[in-house]
Nanobody
Framework: QVQLMQSGGGLVQAGGSLRLSCAAS????????MGWFRQAPGKEREFVAA????????LYGNSVKGRFTISRDNTKNTGYLQMSSLKPEDTAVYFC??????????????????WGQGTQVTVSS
């Protein structure tokens, strides 16, 4: 079992920045992939970014490329999502997830077996 605890998020003005954290505990995530998804009211869960824990290989969703950066700290078993140049359309509940073992250009929710509790990000115009 893996437990994921998210922190960060909140309210920010358009153009601002926020950082989300996702601390993993329990079984090691060393062989897995950590991903970030978001879900806005009335919309499907959307892939944001993913990172392969072993070598740091990264993938991003098209809507966040060039603005968001995913990273991880192996020593802390913690993943991060640095969000910059935020737009009102980035407003959503953000979830971290792990347990996936194969990277693909657009990760799917079903690829992941463990999820964080979610954190609200609100970007005001």
């Amino acid at each position: 079992q893996v437990q994921l605890m998210q922190s960060g998020g909140g309210l920010v003005q358009a153009g601002g920045s926020l950082r989300l954290s996702c601390a993993a505990s329990g079984r090691t995530v060393g062989t897995h992939i950590m991903g970030w998804f978001r879900q806005a009211p009335g919309k499907e869960r959307e892939f944001v970014a993913a990172i392969r824990w072993s070598d740091g290989y990264r993938l991003y969703g098209n809507s966040v490329k060039g603005r968001f950066t995913i990273s991880r700290d192996n020593t802390k078993n913690t993943g991060y999502l640095q969000m910059s140049s935020l737009k009102p359309e980035d407003t959503a509940v953000y979830f971290c997830a792990t347990g996936a073992t194969t990277m693909r250009s657009t990760m799917r929710s079903g690829d992941f077996g463990y999820w964080g509790q979610g954190t609200q990000v609100t970007v005001s115009s």
